[in-house]
């Protein structure tokens, strides 16, 4: 007899999924592990969803028609410029699925997000990577010569926080020939975006979310911006009615309130420097942080250092509800932790488990 997983496509069947941060159960924790904006959304957001709620029986807008309109005016583009998804994920899915499989592979540089490898082999794509050094500057060379279809970066990049400047970014989409996706999911803590770039180069596409620093990860929510070739191809290969009405309407309320927005990100700039510095100060090393996250690496004590010590910290940190993020399985990340930067008072609640767990653990 067969089984339902038997029928299932050879490589569907050899897929390890994506392992989202926990999300934990009950209360009192500090959740610094998964980069979410640890303020409440603009207070529109409430009053446009709640005004949608006698529209639950319609479709929703299948193009997210006014979210579009508003995001191609304030970038300055055409809105055949612009898609909606149902979080950045699902426009990474449908670049992954559009641009490479079994004859195209794809490209990525390593660490980055982990969701890539999953989507390249839902796509049953080979996923080239090109490892950083302990720099993690960008390898423009090595990635320009690779003959993939498709070219994964983010930036700033995860898990470090470290941004790549535009100009390597330019040289990149100059020479490397296919198309490059600029993951900006935390280009709104940077100084710098890759948006200028869309004039001179049909190559780029820009990805962007809702998630972070518009506090809404619950409502799933992202866009690119691309050429109008680019973004036809995406749009014919969405589900018809991919963003729906109440996500629509929040994303469409928090876009519109950019000021709301601009405190919130100075704030949570001001907090990362200010944590940056007093780890700096207790002796962990930190890359510098153009994102809403420090990567960080604990100093060693009684002459262990490495992944034993930052597990051991991940784990101390844990033992008191704090949850961080370790990314163990490789040697370029194993020795650090990735700290989400949340409150002022969560914050400190971190500086005082660390500073008992150094004098103690
Ligand atoms: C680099 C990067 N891109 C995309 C995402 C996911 O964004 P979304 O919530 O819009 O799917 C994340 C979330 O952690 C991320 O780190």
């Known amino acids: 007899m067969k089984f339902p997983e038997q029928w299932a496509l050879p490589h569907i069947q050899a897929i390890h999924p994506y392992t989202p941060g926990t999300q934990p159960e009950g209360d009192g924790w500090i959740k610094l592990n998964t980069n979410e904006l640890p303020y409440p959304p603009s207070p529109r957001v409430k009053d446009a969803i709640a005004s949608e709620l006698d529209r639950l ?21 055409d809105n055949s410029q612009v898609i909606i998804g149902n979080g950045s994920d ?24 982990s969701l890539y490898p999953v989507l390249a082999a839902i796509a049953n794509a080979k996923l080239q990577s090109v490892k950083f050094d302990k720099g993690m500057d960008l390898p423009v060379d090595e990635l ?57 180069h049909p190559n780029i596409v820009i990805t962007r979310t809702f998630s972070k620093s518009y506090g809404l990860a619950g409502l799933r929510v992202g866009f690119a911006l691309a050429s109008s070739e680019t973004i036809s191809i ?31 990100i100075r704030k949570v700039i001001e907090t990362r420097e200010r944590i940056r510095e007093a780890l700096i100060a207790a002796g962990w090393e930190v890359y510098p942080s153009q994102s809403n996250f420090l990567f960080a690496r604990p100093p060693q004590k009684d002459g262990i250092s490495g992944p034993e010590r930052s597990l051991s910290a991940f784990e101390y ?17 194993a020795d650090y932790i990735r700290i989400s930067i949340g409150t002022d008072n969560q914050m400190n609640r971190l500086m005082e488990s660390l500073q008992s767990w150094q004098s103690n653990a």
């Open 57 to 77: 029986p319609l479709y929703p807008n299948p193009a997210s028609r006014p979210l579009r309109s508003a995001i191609a005016k304030r970038f300055g583009l």
């Open 90 to 113: 699902d426009l990474l899915n449908l670049l992954m699925r559009a641009f490479s499989d079994g004859q195209a592979d794809a490209l990525q540089t390593f660490p980055s997000y």
């Open 144 to 200: 320009a010569q690779h003959p993939a279809r498709i070219c994964f970066l983010t930036s700033p990049n995860a898990p470090t926080g470290v941004g790549f400047s535009n100009a390597s970014i330019r040289q990149l989409l100059s020479r490397f020939d296919g198309l490059v996706v600029v993951d900006e999911a935390y280009a709104d803590f940077a100084e710098e975006n890759a948006v200028e770039l869309l004039k001179d």
């Open 234 to 264: 995406l749009d014919r290969i969405r589900d018809s009615y991919n963003v729906n009405r109440l996500s629509q309407a929040g994303a469409l309320a928090a876009f519109e309130d950019p000021d709301y927005y601009a405190e919130v």
């Open 317 to 333: 940190l844990n033992a008191r509800k704090i949850l961080v993020r370790h990314f163990p399985s490789n040697p370029l990340t």
